[in-house]
């Protein structure tokens, strides 16, 4: 396999940040005190759930770092694509309650401006798999004989 580009190497260091802080800024939001979430959760399911969920998102992340930036996997990109775009579309509804107050009492600052952080990273992270030296990492472009 051939040397790992530096758009792959950035794209690591986002996605790094992008795991850390988001994971950070969910701690906080929902283990914080009077988290309206994990009360809800802990009532409806169980105390087990939140934890849960977490661990599979970061499941989630690792295996998609490990697939997009040591095996190259095509696949793995366009899966990330499709929950970068999901992201984003929760950020705009994040923003939209942020700019008029809705859901308020059931957001802790700190867990925004993480999501927010978090959500600008993602975005830096994926663009730089479609920087040229990306392409060339996934095997796109090339002619097929």
């Known amino acids: ?13 986002f996605y790094a940040g ?3 802080i ?3 800024g969910s701690l906080v939001a929902l283990f914080g005190p009077g988290s309206a979430a994990r009360a809800q959760a802990t009532e409806a399911v169980g105390p087990w759930l939140i934890p849960a969920v977490l661990g599979l998102a970061v499941v989630t ?3 998609l770092w490990y697939l997009i930036a040591h095996r190259a ?4 990109k366009w899966v990330l694509v499709a929950f970068t775009a999901a992201n984003v579309i929760v950020l705009a509804f994040l923003m939209f309650g942020i700019a008029t107050g809705i859901g308020a009492e059931a957001r802790s600052a700190a867990g925004s401006a993480a999501s927010v952080i978090a959500s600008a990273l993602l975005l830096a992270a994926v663009a730089h798999l479609f920087r040229p030296d990306a392409k060339a990492w996934f095997g796109e472009g090339q002619e097929v004989t």
């Open 1 to 13: 396999m051939m040397e790992r580009p530096a758009s792959i190497i950035r794209f690591e260091q």
């Open 18 to 20: 992008h795991i850390g």
């Open 22 to 24: 988001g994971l950070a």
């Open 61 to 63: 992340q690792i295996a």
């Open 73 to 76: 996997s095509a696949v793995a």
